[in-house]
Every structure is written in C-alpha cells, then in structure tokens.
C-alpha cells in the first residue's frame, strides 16, 4: 500500500505529515467507533515512542515531529479487530492493497463477524469445523442470497406471507398459516415451504418443503431486488392444495391460482418507518374480518392521517384514520349511547364531504398515504398516554366476532374503512369510529353497520424489514393498493 492509511492520530492541522488522508476503507470504518479505539492506541505507541529516543527526560529540544506511521504498522490482532468492522463489499479491495492484509483477510474470525452483521448467523464455529467450513466460504455462500431474506407477499389473489431467515446454515422460506382457532393477541404461525441448503460443498440447493408428506424435493428459485419467484413441477403441491381446501380459508380458491401454484412469485414488503410522536409504534396487526380466518394488516402513519392496509387475503379492506378529526369520549358515557355516537360520526362525515365538495384536491379527499410517510400530527403519542383511560364497553347493538376486548380506551377518531374483494368490482366505504385502546390494541366500528373489528399487534419479530427510505415504503403500499 503506497498511501498511508493516517493513524497518528495528529490530523493535518496539528502537524500530520502523512501524504493522504482520511479516504481509506478502514478510517471509514472509524465511525463504527471500535477503530477509533485502536486509534487511540496507536497514538499512545507513537507518544511512547517519541520519549523513548529522548530517554523519557525533558529536553531543552523542540518535540520531534510524529514519525510517519500506517495501517501496515499496526499488529495482525489490531487489523483483525478493525476489519472485522468492514462491510465485507469492501474487502476484497482491501486484500489487493498489500500481502499484509491480504494475510490478515484470511483469519476466519472476520468473517464469522461479517456472517453475524450481514446476515444474522449464530452458529458458532465448532459446528462449522466439524463440518469442516470455514465462515469465510458461508459468506461466500451466502451472498448470491442476500436479497432473498425479508418478509414477501405472495403475488396471487390468496395474498399470504413469507418470511426468509437464515437458519444455521440454511434459509428458510417460512410461509404464514392463518388459522380459525387463534385469538387475535396470539402469535402468528408459520411453517417451512422451502429450504436454500448451503452445508453441500458444491453449489447450494434449493428444496421444497410443501406436500402432503413435506418431502423435500428440488426447487428453483429466482431472486431480484424486489420480487423472487419459486419453481417446483411434482405434483404434491395438488394434492396439499386439495388438502388445504378442507381448511375453509381456501375453500374459494379459484381456477386461475391451481393452474399457477407450482409457479409462485413474492413480493418484497417493507413495516412502515416509526417516529417517536406516532400515536402507537407502527407495524403488523390481525384481525378477524369475517369467518374466513384471522387477516394481517399493516398500520403506518402519514402526517394528518393513519392507514391499516390489509396484506393477506381476498378482500382489501384499508382504514383510514382521520387524527385531525378526534371524537370526544366524555368518560367512555358515548359508548352506552349508540345514537349518540352514530350522530357524532355522522356529522363529520357530513363535513368530510362538504369539505371534499368546497375544495377537489385529492389531499383533501383523505388520501393521505399519497403524500410522503411522516410521523403523524394532531395528536402525539405523548397526548394519548397523557389521557385518562375511560371505561369502554361495546355499545349495544354492535356486532363483535371477539368479545376478548379490552374494556378501557384513551382515545377516538372519525375514520373510514373501503373494503374491495379481489377478482371483483366490489368496493364499499364504511364510515365510524377508531377506538385506541393501548400500545398494542385499536378497534374500529362500521358507523350503519354496527360491525366492530378488533385488532392486535403481531408479536413476531421480523429481520430485514426496513424500507430503504420513506419513499420506498409509500412505493411499496400503493403496489399493494394497485393489485387487480
Ligand atoms: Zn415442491
């Protein structure tokens, strides 16, 4: 390496005389913070060094300049230590600067690393010897991969979930299995639907998992950046269809997906980005919608408005919630009074419409997640956890599929939900009432209908999720609007 990589820990200004500076890939590493210990100790090693030659006694001499040092100077350990730090991209560029590093990227330790940030491995490496890999061939093993792990929507009129993992040293497709007998506070369930197997010497497998008798057999699979597609021709698939169909929640399956099963393709999704001032923290919630199974919905915040965009199933239902247009709840008093509360809804949609009337541009028409995902406004979360729960009780005449609500709440607001059924010109908008119970709870009443929903936060953590900007985010939930 010609240049040297400055660590004297002087900087231009204080007399450094190093040729360049401050643009190699470890500095850049620097702001990670551990290099900069190693700094530190480097430039403890040059002070020392520069009161060895004078016999550690003070002379009447002016100080030496620092002597020139670099990266190369620095033991193995201390290399190690810093590299361990390097998106592994970057590298490959650092072993081709000298034989020194070139060595040093060689040490496995760097790499188990690596396979911890980048891809969330936990094997330790007694398992990997015993196998005998080394983490430096996982990685390598493991990068064709990178943009497969995340959570996908399965692009079919049957909208289910995946969740890609790595799992020791395989990555796991785990697809959702909704389920009538789960209460809306439980966890989500997921099982295996295939399998990249990178322990083989050769190139890594792909097995499928789905089936009557879950035998693994070969599967393809096709990765872009924001879709991948899975291909698998046995005919087991038919059958577990069949076998799914006696799970009522597939029983209206149409045609079009049996001929399509063997050839799926998923769609990247992203949980929305969370600000501190959002009412609660965004993300994946479930609900019962009807008798067809628990249904996953996704809340994210948009400056005057929050929506609850459902991403499983037939039907679309979004909820939009008006913050700016909050229901006073009087003690949790509007909730024995139906007629009441129907009469309060009811004049702001009467306004909603006169206003959307008075001036025609779609922001005011409440479409709020056109506009770019920001934390919400009118009410901050430090508001609804300043109020006073009120007891809730759901009003008489209200149909509710689960009694198992919470029985106070903080807040209210005027909201309407639009239901579409997939495959079918359906859609309908429900006006009413959004009842925030708790960080992890909200519920919303159909106004005429007299239907109400409950929704839960999904416990499940999910890896891989961030949407690279809010752009991408609000992208990605009109995609999911837009399906047919
Ligand atoms: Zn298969």
């Not at 070969?218 to 006696?246: E, G, M, P």
């Not at 997640?369 to 007891?391: I, K, M």
Request: glycine share 6%; net charge neutral; proline share 7%.
């Amino acid at each position: 390496m010609e240049e040297c990589a400055c660590l004297c820990g002087m900087g231009s200004s204080r007399g450094c005389r190093c040729p360049q500076k401050h643009q190699r890939p470890a500095e850049t590493a620097a702001a990670d913070g551990k290099p900069a210990q190693a700094e530190k100790h480097v430039e403890g090693d040059a002070a020392a060094r520069c009161c060895a030659g004078s016999g550690g006694i003070a002379s009447p001499m002016p100080p030496p300049l620092p002597p020139h040092c670099s990266l190369q100077d620095l033991p193995v350990e201390m290399l190690v230590e810093i590299f361990a730090w390097v998106p592994a991209t970057d590298l490959p560029s650092l072993a081709q600067s000298c034989t020194k590093f070139h060595h040093t990227l060689h040490i496995d330790s760097i790499w188990r690393r690596r396979c911890q940030e980048e891809f969330g491995v936990r094997e330790n490496l007694q398992n990997l010897e015993m196998i005998g890999m080394s983490y430096r061939e996982v990685y390598t093993k493991l990068f064709p991969y990178r943009n497969i792990l995340g959570l996908w929507q399965l692009d079919n009129s049957y909208r289910t979930l995946v969740n890609v993992v790595v799992d020791g040293l395989c990555i796991t497709g785990w697809k959702y299995r909704p389920s009538f007998h789960t209460h809306v506070g439980g966890p989500i369930h997921f099982k295996p639907v295939f399998r990249i197997c990178l322990t083989e010497r050769k190139s890594a497998t792909v097995e499928c998992m789905e089936g009557p008798h879950n035998r693994p057999h070969n599967r393809q699979v096709r990765i872009q950046k924001d879709w991948f597609t899975t291909h698998c021709n046995q005919t087991y698939h038919r059958k577990d269809l069949a076998a799914s169909l006696r799970d009522e929640w597939v029983r209206v399956l149409i045609g079009e997906d049996r001929q399509r099963y063997d050839l799926l393709t998923y769609r990247r999704l992203y949980l929305p980005p969370s600000h501190p001032d959002d009412l609660i923290r965004p993300g994946l919630f479930q609900y019962y919608l009807d008798d067809f199974g628990l249904k996953i919905a996704m809340l994210s915040f948009h400056g005057k408005y929050a929506r609850v965009t459902d991403i499983t199933g037939y039907s679309k239902k979004t909820l939009e919630i008006h913050l700016m247009r909050r229901i006073q709840l009087r003690d949790g008093e509007i909730f024995r009074y139906f007629n009441e509360l129907s009469r309060v809804v009811q004049e702001i949609e009467e306004q909603v419409i006169r206003e959307q009337q008075e001036d025609g541009t779609e922001e005011s028409q409440g479409h709020g997640w056109q506009s770019p995902a920001q934390p919400s406004v009118g009410e901050s979360r430090a508001a609804a956890w300043e109020e006073q729960p009120v007891p809730f009780v759901l009003p008489v005449g209200v149909h509710s599929r689960d009694q198992n609500y919470p029985r106070t709440c903080r807040m209210c607001f005027y909201g309407v939900d639009t239901l579409a059924i997939i495959g079918s010109s359906y859609l309908k908008s429900f006006p009413g009432v959004f009842i925030l119970f708790d960080e992890n709870h909200f519920g919303f009443i159909w106004r005429v209908e007299k239907c109400f929903f409950l929704y839960s936060r999904v416990q499940n953590t999910f890896q891989n999720v961030e949407a690279p900007s809010p752009q991408a985010f609000l992208e990605m939930l009109k995609n999911i609007q837009s399906m047919p």
